[in-house]
């Protein structure tokens, strides 16, 4: 099946399914495919989006198309420079920064028809309806061990977590199962911020070397089992989509605080880890903010998916553990 | 007596401690950070415990105790010094800004992935101006009117050093504004976990008397220890206190 590629947690996979696509979520992280990118972004272009270009520039013939929202300035940037420099046809969506549900409702209708135009096909409610099962389906699947993960003590490392979900990212709509309990006592944390990449297991084994990460709310691991599609037809997935907790960069987004507060009067973690890759602003001043909003232990670290300065996280994330049990 | 030792990416730092400090050594690691090791173990003797810290620390196999340098540096301040609110650390590779609430870490930030803001900063811009660390930092202090360096990069540094030579600019300006220039840095990271009095500022940094000029004009006065390179293998060293253990 040809691959569609989408950039955000916006874009329902649904949709791109019913028009006959592959959904495959660019999430690359490899310090190698950025180089790929260098002749058309800067090297302080955030590394996610360097990596996804490299990744497309190095399998365009296996992508019928790639969509993408205005949400994150740098992906829709990518967007551009793939539209220019292949033959990869681009489908940009505009994602409202404000509250404005029926802009982005008429830009889902663009997106149904603009797949529509691209696989000469029709998109019907049928087909959205199997594909909402089949999703839905994997989602609830999920959820199950994104659970596990939170469970008193914490059953799944989010290093198999993420693992497990790649297959959902990468569109794979075979369940994938994993029986290997791994039980800890750690301190238990959240771990919030930029995505998460494919390639970015050795960030997660090092944080998971000193604390367990019971629930994270990334582009990568779990943000995706937030979308609960209740209704029926393109109107239950634009609903379910446009409810989802917000992104960081909407405006206001009180309501993304909101989530994260509820969620940690649930899931009482003893500490936060803040994730952010270099040069994405957004989460570099958002994420001050939050350490000091909700009052608990606080990690900053900040890295571009290589690993040259994995000797200092291990000593920050070391020295947040030691400060943790002091 | 326990031996405290701190494996940092430039020198390797070590007390011997039985209630105060009865020896200390510094050696350079350069990269064999094993061999180092080695070399304190012989030097200094007569200890029954050994407590570790730095970026080496995991490689001290028989140590009883493994802390990271950010709570080690907790340990020393609170020893020399029991109101200590900020501690900055200028290592060679990097530089933190540690926050504590009565003696215990609060925050902290580290920059690593630069030299500006760290001891490197200052060692390639004395050599680009053939001076011996120890001239470049007596130079500095004899400037009242420190020039201004804008660039945190230190090779970018280098290209405006020299435009400043070629205007004919004193030496000691020149060397004091590259003091400002790091301490500048360093505020800007401590700003992240609001940097409070008492600071107490260590590291291999701390030895820098420009350096120090240039955080009491920038931030305010700040203490400095007798030996400040060995605040975190003392730290180390306290953490096998028995207090401490609890």
Known sequence: ?326 | MVLGIDIGSCYTKAVLFDGQIKEKMVIKTSLRPVEAIEQVKEKLTGYKEIAATGYGRNLIHNAQKVITEITAFAYGAMYIEPGIKTIIDIGGQDSKVIKLNRGVVERFVMNDRCAAGTGNFIEKTARALDLSLESFGQLAVKSDKPETIDSLCVVMAETEILSLAAENKKLEDIVAGLCDALVRRIAALGAQVKIEPPILLCGGGALNQGIIKSMNRILGKVIVPEAPQFLGALGAALCLNPICRN
């Not at chain 1, 990118?37 to 399998?59: I, K, M, Q, T, Y």
């Not at chain 1, 000193?210 to 239950?236: A, E, M, P, Q, T």
């Open chain 1, 1 to 326: 099946m040809e691959l569609i590629g989408y950039t955000c947690s916006y874009i329902p996979v649904e949709i791109l399914s019913a028009a006959g696509y592959r959904p495959y979520r660019l999430l690359h992280g490899d310090f190698g495919l950025m180089e790929k990118s260098d002749p058309w972004l800067r090297v302080d272009a955030c590394p996610l989006v360097r990596s996804n270009l490299g990744f497309l520039l190095e399998h365009q013939q296996r992508f019928v198309a790639v969509v993408g929202s205005t949400g994150c300035d740098m992906s829709r940037r990518m967007l551009e420079i793939v539209d220019a420099i292949t033959d990869i046809p681009t489908i940009i969506i505009n994602m409202p920064r404000t509250d404005r549900l029926e802009i982005y409702y008429d830009e889902i209708d663009y997106l149904i028809k603009r797949l529509a135009e691209l696989s000469g096909g029709r998109i019907d409610d049928e087909q959205i309806n199997r594909q909402i099962r089949v999703w839905e389906g994997l989602r609830n699947f999920y959820r199950h061990y994104s659970e596990k993960r939170r469970e008193n003590p914490s059953r799944l490392s989010t290093v198999s977590f993420h693992h497990l979900v790649a297959n959902f990212h990468q569109g794979n709509t075979q369940p994938v199962s994993y029986s290997q309990l791994e039980v800890s006592n750690l301190p238990r944390v959240f771990l919030l911020g930029s995505p998460v990449g494919y390639e970015s297991t050795f960030l997660l084994k090092i944080i998971e070397k000193y604390l367990r990460i019971i629930w994270d709310y990334n582009c990568g691991l779990s943000r995706f089992l937030n979308v609960k599609i209740k209704g029926k037809g393109v109107d239950g997935i634009k609903s379910a989509y446009y409810q989802q907790p917000p992104c960081i960069l909407r405006r206001p987004n009180k309501k993304f605080y909101e989530f994260i507060k509820k969620k940690i009067v649930e899931y009482k973690p003893t500490g936060m880890v803040l994730s952010t890759l270099d040069y994405c602003d957004a989460y570099e001043f958002e994420l001050i903010k939050i350490g000091n909003i909700f009052g608990l232990p606080t990690l900053n670290l900040r890295s571009d998916f290589s690993f040259q300065n994995r000797s200092q996280l291990e000593t920050r994330i070391n020295a947040f553990q030691e400060m943790i049990n002091t």
